[in-house]
């Protein structure tokens, strides 16, 4: 036709998101902390995973790491220290349709949140879990977490701390329902972005505990794994976080664990003189809340008063 150019199209195209359309505030965290690097892997895998930004939403307690939902431009809660999950399970219950992503510290998680690290575990709505773990409260500057190794002097402790460090994988294994459990290291880019992308493929909670960097409070705690080969265990399956080859060959050390196995999971993550690395545990099998309380989100405001006026009915007196 006169004037039409032939390609015109008049569909719109899908839209192909890029890695801009998630980057949101600048980061406010020291150079070299760990959380950047998580903060880019979640940005690669939303673009990569093509998660509409309006149907993805960020939830998060309160820390260094629960600033993480600022940086991210998608929906985001920054909620309260120790509740980034009962906010997660609530916007996982009533909107089935988002993508759920939830970001907690090891103070937030395993200390004052740890009644609803428990019961969310057991939940096992659909959401990844990510637990960046710097073994210390970063934002309140260095008192002692849960997972501070016995020792360290921190300002809560300044003679160190006297217990031995809780176990957050362990514990995980350990709660009913439990259905994804995966540790990563924020310095590794491809295994961390590998784990990330196994878990929100996962149809469950997927917990995954990044050990993560503080340089500011926490300077070469982890400097024995970086520099020694042999401390970190790859942990390797086909049924496992699939690396690149050229990526899985810079392992030195690498040990086969399937993850079906969850009494080997659990002797996997109980070692501590080694840090193994990849996916622990996965049961697809394991039963959802979330299936539980998505059930009547469709129904109209009609429905719902007859079905509640059908159920009292059933207590009529003839
Ligand atoms: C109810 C309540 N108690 C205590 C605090 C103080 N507080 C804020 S963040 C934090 C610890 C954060 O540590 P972690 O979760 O490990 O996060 P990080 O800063 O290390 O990333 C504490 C104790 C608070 N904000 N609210
Ligand atoms: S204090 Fe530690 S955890 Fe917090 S931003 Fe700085 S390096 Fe990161
Ligand atoms: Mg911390």
Not at 245 to 271: C, I, M, N, Y
């Amino acid at each position: 036709m006169y004037g039409l150019k032939e390609d015109w199209e008049l569909e719109p195209r899908p839209r192909q998101y890029v890695l801009d359309d998630y980057v949101g505030a600048v980061p406010r965290w020291c150079s070299g902390c760990g959380d950047h690097s998580v903060l880019g892997a979640l940005q690669r895998l939303a673009r990569d995973e093509q998660l509409p930004p309006e149907k993805t939403v960020v939830v998060s307690g309160i820390g260094c790491s629960s600033r993480f939902p600022h940086y991210m431009k998608t929906y985001g809660f920054h909620g309260l220290h120790g509740r980034a999950l009962p906010v997660g399970c609530g916007v996982r219950s009533r909107r089935p349709d988002l993508h759920v992503f939830v970001v907690t510290g090891d103070g937030d998680c395993c200390a004052i949140g740890t009644a609803h690290w428990i019961h969310a575990i057991r939940y096992n709505m659909n959401m990844t879990v990510m637990m960046l773990d710097n073994n210390i409260y970063g934002l309140t500057k260095m008192q002692s977490s849960p997972t501070t190794p016995k020792g360290y002097r921190s300002n809560t402790h300044p003679f160190g701390t006297a217990l031995r460090p809780l176990n957050p994988l362990t514990v995980t294994l350990g709660i009913t329902d439990a259905s994804f459990v995966a540790q990563t290291v924020d310095w590794n880019p491809p295994h961390l972005y590998a784990t990330l992308q196994a878990a929100h493929r996962h149809q469950g909670l997927s917990f995954v505990r990044v050990l993560q960097r503080c340089p500011h409070y926490m300077p070469k705690i982890w400097d024995a794994l970086q520099q020694d080969p042999q401390k970190v265990v790859l942990l390797t399956h086909d049924g496992g976080i699939r690396l690149d080859d050229a990526v899985a060959r810079t392992f030195k050390h690498q040990e086969a664990h399937d993850p079906s196995d969850l009494g080997g999971a659990r002797d996997w993550a109980a070692r501590e003189d080694v840090v193994p690395i990849g996916l622990f545990y996965r049961n697809q099998e394991s039963d959802r809340y979330d299936e539980f309380t998505h059930h009547g989100l469709g129904m109209s405001a009609a429905d719902k008063v007859a079905a509640v006026q059908r159920d009292l009915d059933r207590f009529l007196i003839d």
